[in-house]
């Protein structure tokens, strides 16, 4: 496994710690977390471990900085690509942890490009987006700035539905054209 092989040849730094499943999360396991720890996961077998408070630039771009986080990574890096097509340079960064926010990286990006996507999938009012787009201000970066997220409405059960109010990687393309418009 991965996991114990980081350990043994001690590739953590720091601490280490391990939670399993979404509960952990829930029940305010991050806050336990020091700076210089790891968190290491064990998804379906597949042991990995991330620097805490660190970004990953998932895919490096000079016009515009597209931040997502979880699967909303996935669509970013997905729409990242067509919008190359089309003359369009989308760097993307992946948080990984939203608590602490590596907001260095965030904000170093967005004063290459100038433009900031934020892609979240939680509801637009009260999601965490506008925390990045918050932490990027108070960094004193102008740019231009976008939210993408879902619609303000509970997530449906009916997955037609649901897909209507998550965003997908087109609705991300047309928010990264229209901010570059």
């Known amino acids: 496994m991965k996991t ?4 043994n040849e001690r590739l953590n730094r720091g601490p280490l710690h391990l939670y399993v499943g979404k509960e ?6 991050c806050f336990a977390l020091d700076k210089g720890d790891y968190i290491t996961s064990t998804h379906r077998g597949h042991g990995h471990s991330i620097p805490f408070g660190k970004a990953d630039v998932k895919r490096k771009g000079t016009d515009l900085t597209i ?14 690509g067509e919008l ?5 340079d989308a760097e993307v960064i992946d948080p990984r942890t939203l608590n602490p926010l590596d ?20 509801c637009r009012s009260g999601g965490f987006g506008a925390e990045i787009v918050a932490t990027v201000c108070d960094a004193g970066v102008n740019a231009r ?21 998550i965003p997908d990687s087109d ?7 229209a901010l570059m418009n």
Request: proline share 4%.
């Open 4 to 7: 114990l092989g980081h350990c």
């Open 24 to 29: 952990a999360v829930a029940v305010g396991a």
């Open 67 to 80: 931040v997502a986080y979880s699967k909303m990574v996935l669509d970013a890096l997905e729409a990242a």
């Open 84 to 88: 190359e097509k089309s003359g369009i």
């Open 103 to 122: 907001s260095v990286t965030i904000a170093d990006s967005v004063r290459k490009t100038g433009r900031l996507l934020v892609v979240y999938e939680a």
């Open 145 to 165: 700035i976008r939210r993408v997220a879902s619609e303000n409405s509970p997530i449906p059960y009916s997955k037609p539905l649901e897909n209507r109010i």
């Open 171 to 177: 609705t991300i393309k047309k928010a990264a054209r």
